[in-house]
């Protein structure tokens, strides 16, 4: 049986490590899917066995940026498991809650349609940006500069690498440190550890940073209209395991709408 296939266009220009602009993803097996469910960690199963199987031309999936990479595990959980993935949980900004003011949680499902999951794209012509320097003088304390890099998929294997428990937290943002000042750590734990004694209004300061420099891709939740009132209602839409799980009535809702396409 053929693999449903699509071509995929990616956000950033990688012409300078040799991956195309557009490439075609195929759905991945049930042997891949074995492969994914045996892994403690999605994202390395997925960048180190999965995605490399199911993209022609082949391509070094490390290189690419963490935005294009979240953006192509969403078209790849389409091709296999359909566009639709059901909320655990959601909440209206509309509607009145217990202490009599807007804004109320429901513990409740809701199908959400992946596809009208938002995309932050650069305005047209807007270069993006891979790289962004904090200048000493935006720290209240830190008396350095500190340049960030955009984390491609090979930064991203140390999201779980091994440093302090107490500085678990920060290797994600630790990954994107270039230098201190031109100086370079050595390490991951080293980058995490000289986070850990920041103060924390520096601290903040450079993961602010970050998320506004490189504020572009897939977005973590969804909005749609409120069942109960009619106002705006959202879902956290997080890329985990789970995301992975369609549920049966997700699967039913992609028959039908594959049997609709074929009329």
């Known amino acids: 049986m053929a693999l449903m296939n699509e071509d ?20 991945y097996t049930s042997r891949m899917e074995k492969l994914r469910l045996s892994s403690d960690n999605l994202h390395q199963a997925m960048i180190k066995h999965i995605l490399p199987q199911v993209i022609e031309p082949k391509i070094d999936v490390r290189k690419l940026y963490e935005p ?14 359909g ?40 305005d047209k012509g ?23 890099h955009l984390n491609r998929c090979q930064d991203m294997m140390f999201y779980t690498a091994k440093v302090d428990k107490q500085d678990e937290d920060f290797r994600a943002i630790a990954a994107s440190i270039a230098s201190v000042s031109d100086t370079d750590f050595v390490d991951i734990s080293e980058a995490c550890e000289w986070l850990g004694g920041l103060s ?25 209209k409120c069942p ?5 209602a ?24 594959l049997s609709a396409s074929k009329k």
């Open 68 to 81: 294009d990479y979240f953006l192509l595990l969403r078209h790849l959980r389409i091709l296999t498991w």
């Open 200 to 224: 924390a209004v520096d601290e903040e300061i450079i993961e602010n940073k970050y998320k506004e420099a490189f504020n572009v891709g897939l977005q973590t939740r969804v909005e749609f």
């Open 228 to 232: 109960k009132c009619g106002g705006r």
């Open 126 to 148: 807007e270069e993006l940006k891979k790289s962004v320097t904090i200048k000493a003088d935006e720290f209240l304390f830190l008396n350095a500069d500190v340049k960030l």
């Open 8 to 27: 995929h266009e990616f956000l950033y220009d990688y012409s300078d490590v040799g991956i195309p602009q557009s490439i075609t993803l195929s759905s």
């Open 234 to 257: 959202w879902a956290y839409v997080p890329v985990n395991d789970y995301y992975f799980r369609p549920s049966k009535e997700d699967l039913k809702e992609w028959k039908a709408l």
């Open 83 to 122: 566009p639709f993935w059901t909320a655990r949980s959601w909440i209206c900004t509309d509607c009145e809650n217990e202490a009599g003011s807007k804004g109320k949680f429901y513990d409740e499902t809701r199908q959400i349609d992946l596809n009208t999951v938002g995309v932050l794209r650069p």
